[in-house]
T-cell receptor
Framework: EAGVVQSPRYKIIEKKQPVAFWCNPISGHNTLYWYRQNLGQGPELLIRYENEEAVDDSQLPKDRFSAERLKGVDSTLKIQPAELGDSAVYLC?????????FGPGTRLTVL | GNSVTQMEGPVTLSEEAFLTINCTYTATGYPSLFWYVQYPGEGLQLLLKATKADDKGSNKGFEATYRKETTSFHLEKGSVQVSDSAVYFCALSGYSSASKIIFGSGTRLSIRP
């Protein structure tokens, strides 16, 4: 967890509203992941970045989800519009010394 | 495709009991195998890993051996403590932890004093 910062930690919104999550990974490390963890499940990959490039976004629901990683450091994941089924924890991970380190996640509740 | 199946929880044990959490996998090639732990209110942490057949990963008294013949990576600990209460995830990746990780559904462990 150390070194991967995510905000906000918690977010409650009504359905159809937009929401954004921010991740600041360990400085200088090129590979960044976004995962979604549904209640009672393991995390599932949404998107992988190598520097600024999304190299695997096959699991990202592109009709409502988008992500960016400008300058290859911070990353933002956006949902617009949110649906009830998007309630989950959104995790960011960065690679350091060939190991993934996870942030604490953002818990999203869609009402 | 690759997948991980792990023992369903919750698992409740008394302190100092022996712990086993079963995990089996399906994968092509030679995946790396991991156990992650998620303590209440905290993020995922790597507990241990093994990168090739017959390797044993160990950390904090936990152990798991990469068994290619049975496609298993069971987590064990000889004497659990209350502080071990957490959710444990078995996982695999195609090459290393830097690669995409596929997680099992998690096993919640509760230890009674």
């Amino acid at each position: 967890e150390a070194g991967v910062v995510q905000s906000p930690r918690y977010k409650i919104i009504e359905k159809k509203q937009p929401v954004a999550f921010w991740c600041n990974p360990i400085s200088g490390h090129n590979t960044l992941y976004w995962y979604r963890q549904n209640l009672g499940q393991g995390p599932e990959l949404l998107i992988r970045y190598e520097n600024e490039e999304a190299v695997d976004d096959s699991q990202l629901p592109k009709d409502r989800f988008s992500a960016e990683r400008l300058k290859g450091v911070d990353s933002t994941l956006k949902i617009q519009p949110a649906e009830l089924g998007d309630s989950a924890v959104y995790l960011c991970a960065a690679v350091l010394y060939n190991e993934q380190f996870f942030g604490p996640g953002t818990r999203l509740t869609v009402l | 495709g690759n997948s991980v199946t792990q023992m369903e929880g919750p698992v409740t044990l008394s302190e100092e009991a022996f712990l086993t959490i079963n995990c089996t996998y399906t994968a092509t090639g030679y995946p790396s195998l991991f156990w992650y732990v998620q303590y209440p209110g905290e993020g995922l942490q790597l507990l241990l890993k093994a990168t090739k057949a017959d390797d044993k990963g160990s950390n904090k008294g936990f152990e798991a051996t990469y068994r290619k013949e049975t496609t298993s990576f069971h987590l064990e600990k000889g004497s659990v403590q209350v502080s071990d209460s957490a959710v444990y995830f078995c996982a695999l990746s195609g090459y290393s932890s830097a690669s995409k990780i596929i997680f099992g559904s998690g096993t919640r462990l509760s230890i009674r004093p």
